[in-house]
């Protein structure tokens, strides 16, 4: 093939982004400018190309000659998304650099924050697993995707599986990629700063959450040996769970699953044999029947890893399926090559094993500790995360079953959940899981969570303390899982009633955020925006949030700040155009401007959390779980409205599976005549209330059947005039 460089003038007209330009930016260098409203500027200044990694530089000009082999192509499939495709008859390694000003800042790749960081500055890494690292092992979900502030702000998005490394520093990006065909797109946003509508984009271009089921919002309570740590005359493991359900219920702590994880079959270190051990799990469907008529869903660790002796690995020697880069006689064991068919099909008829005796979900583990080659990675996670999809869906059907995984890489959220790995159970392990939540979250991955107090756990770890900061955080979460057992249970020695009252305290707040969490999880799947929100997203006028990395927006209506440091004490930074009131709210709540700063300290029974001014709340019990001393359970809800002068119109669609609509839209206007507010609703199918927050009172309707209008006169807000 002849060495041909195609550099087209690209014009990108949009209502909202006015008109811009690609083009050559230097005689020497092929590169691509693109001019943005308000004389920003997306600069990709080089293209690279080499034979490695290591070896890559900017191609020329020049090389249209014919001399470089290399071919690049530019399309612009809508207004504000240029496609750039670079092919070579003989480079290995290709790749590109973008410079921003020196302001500029860079988001993206790596759920894991490096130096607890938000930004990726002075970061470089390959796009694959994290393995042991400060504050969390194993934070692997990643996205060959990043963000950028420098101009209008841009997203860049690397569509491919291979193997590849990015490079941050201050005013650059550059990646580089293991392929001779490398395809990349440069995403401008609806709007100067909307970098929600670049998540957007981004997920339209690779993929989607699909919604979960409401037992995989939580609490979720498990065990790291359910085989061992038996208390008050407890012999296995079955009976073991049962203390567990059996203790829930006497302290009526809400919980919605449990999962077992590795050991609970007779494999070698417990996974190979697509079974329960008799003697820890003696009746294993009679007993998830038991869970279930419960309350609990159950899920299963699997992991793509063909432990020594078992049948998976019997099987998979006999038929030259492992790869070879990893000791079989080393207990985690040589993963499976999945790209070839025979494998992908023997593992996925076995996974049935699992759903044919109830179980609900997978525990995804591993994927990133050479068990494969490592530029083996991405592809193999996502043929074994479509597998465990896959084997879900012909038994359950969509969206009625809760897989997640530590190490999933771009296209995988559309079949797995995400949990970052093994957190540190200290104040460290707190602060870095908070920081990864949100860096998750500008991946897309929406549905996410941690191990509550963490799971490398020393003798005494977690302290009540932190066990206590880390469950308010995970209330906040969309996904709260907690780790017992291994003698570390809330309501065992060495911890106190109190603790147990904080797990059931931010348990049951948890529940009633379903609504509100489930809404804003619905929205996630048609837009990519996550719940969990780093400030640029939900208040990309203020600078100052951009890197603060322990405060988040939980949805649009929640500013979340978890006291990530021992001693109960931290600040909190209100982002500017907004007021904030405490939540839960009550009426001698005080308000707090934007742009200021406060400080707090705070009881173990409490956390930071604070409601927006306009803000409209959807809170109730929509999932019994295991709440089964509720006799006469059933679903309500109560719409909570925190009217605002400032604010004129607010919107909230409630998310309401199994009705004509998806959504149920509420909306409230403020009107000056006669200082009223004016409340109309769809039909929500579940009885409850609304409740108007005012200074001085609240103000409370039924919720009609089949919708309503409600009229607040006289109206004096919290918020003031």
Not at 9 to 14: I, K, M
Not at 210 to 239: C, L, R
Not at 403 to 431: K, M, P, Q, Y
């Amino acid at each position: 093939m002849k060495g041909i460089l195609r550099a087209s003038a690209l014009f990108l007209g949009s209502p909202c982004m006015g008109i811009a330009t690609a083009s050559l930016q230097s005689p020497d260098t092929y590169s691509i400018r693109i001019n943005t409203p308000k004389g920003g500027l997306i600069d990709n200044d080089a293209i690279l190309a080499g034979k490695t990694n290591d070896t890559t530089s900017a191609v020329p000009r020049s090389s249209s000659a014919g001399t470089n082999g290399v071919q690049i192509t530019q399309q612009h499939p809508s207004s504000q998304i240029l496609k750039v495709q670079v092919s070579s008859s003989n480079h290995s390694a290709i790749g590109a650099r973008f410079t921003t000003s020196k302001d500029g800042l860079f988001y993206g790749v790596w759920e894991y924050p490096f130096s607890n960081q938000l930004t990726n500055q002075n970061i470089t890494f390959d796009l694959k697993g994290i393995g042991n690292a400060e504050g969390i092992n194993w934070a692997s979900a990643r996205a060959p995707f990043f963000i950028s502030t420098d101009g209008s702000g841009y997203g860049v998005y690397i569509d491919t599986l291979a193997m590849g490394s990015f490079s941050f520093s201050s005013g650059q990006a550059q990646f580089i990629f293991n392929t001779s065909n490398l395809l990349y797109y440069i995403i401008q946003p609806d709007r100067p700063g909307d970098y929600k509508s670049i998540i957007t984009q981004y997920t339209a271009l690779s993929a989607r959450i699909e919604m979960p089921p409401d037992s995989g919002y939580g609490p979720i309570f498990w065990s790291d040996d359910f085989e061992q740590d038996f208390h008050e005359g407890v012999t296995n493991a079955e009976e073991n769970y049962y203390d567990v359900v059996n203790h829930l219920y006497s302290n009526k702590i809400r919980a919605t699953a449990m999962f077992a994880d590795r050991p609970y079959g007779t494999g070698n270190w417990s996974f190979g044999n697509f079974d329960f051990d008799p003697k820890y799990y003696p009746n294993p469907k009679e007993f998830i029947a038991n869970l279930s008529a419960s309350g609990f869903d159950l899920q299963v660790w699997v992991a793509n890893r063909a432990f020594l002796y078992t049948e998976l690995y019997n099987v998979s020697v006999a038929n030259s399926w492992l790869f070879t880069n990893q000791d079989p006689h080393q207990y985690l064991g040589p993963a499976l090559n999945l790209s070839i068919p025979a494998a992908y099909d023997y593992f996925k008829e076995h996974l049935k094993a699992f759903t044919n005796l109830g179980v609900k979900g997978y525990k995804i583990d591993r994927g990133e500790e050479d068990e494969m080659p490592v530029y083996e990675q991405n592809i193999q996670m996502g043929l074994f995360e479509q597998i465990c999809y896959d084997n879900m869906v012909e038994k359950w059907g969509k969206g009625n079953f809760y897989n997640f995984a530590r190490s999933a890489v771009d296209r995988s959220r559309a079949v797995t959940h995400i949990w970052n790995g093994d957190s540190h159970s200290d104040f460290t392990g707190l602060a870095y899981s908070v920081s990864s939540g949100i860096r998750a979250g500008l991946l897309g991955y929406s549905m996410w969570g941690s191990d509550t107090g963490g799971y490398s756990r020393g003798p005494d770890d977690p302290s009540e303390e932190l066990w206590a900061r880390w469950m308010h955080f995970s209330a906040f979460s969309t996904n709260y899982e907690i780790m017992v057992g291994s003698n570390h249970t809330p309501w065992y020695s060495p911890y106190t009633p109190r603790l147990v009252n904080v797990l059931q305290q931010t348990a049951q707040l948890h529940t009633e955020l379903v609504p509100y969490i489930k809404s804003s999880m619905y929205q996630s799947t048609k837009t990519g925006v996550p719940v969990m929100r780093a400030l640029l997203l939900e208040f990309p006028q203020d600078k100052k949030g951009y890197e603060i990395t322990d405060e988040y927006s939980f949805g649009d209506a929640f500013l979340v700040a978890p006291i990530v440091s021992e001693g109960g004490k931290r600040d909190v930074y209100f982002p500017t155009g907004n007021s904030y009131l405490d939540y839960p709210y009550t009426n001698a709540s005080k308000v707090y401007a934007g742009g200021s700063t406060r400080s707090f300290s705070m009881e173990l029974e409490n956390s930071p959390t604070f409601v927006r001014e306009g803000a409209i709340v959807a809170r109730g019990d929509i999932f019994q779980g295991n709440a089964k001393w509720e006799k006469k359970w059933e679903p309500w809800l109560e719409i909570e409205i925190f009217p605002s002068w400032n604010i004129k119109e607010s919107v909230f669609e409630y998310y309401s599976a199994g009705k004509r609509k998806d959504v149920a839209e509420i909306s409230v206007q403020m009107i000056k005549e006669g200082n009223s507010v004016k409340i109309e609703y769809d039909d929500l199918g579940t009885k409850g209330m609304i409740v108007v927050h005012g200074k001085g009172r609240d103000y409370t309707y039924k919720l009609e059947r089949g919708g309503g209008e409600v009229v607040v006169r006289d109206f004096d807000s919290l918020f003031g005039r």
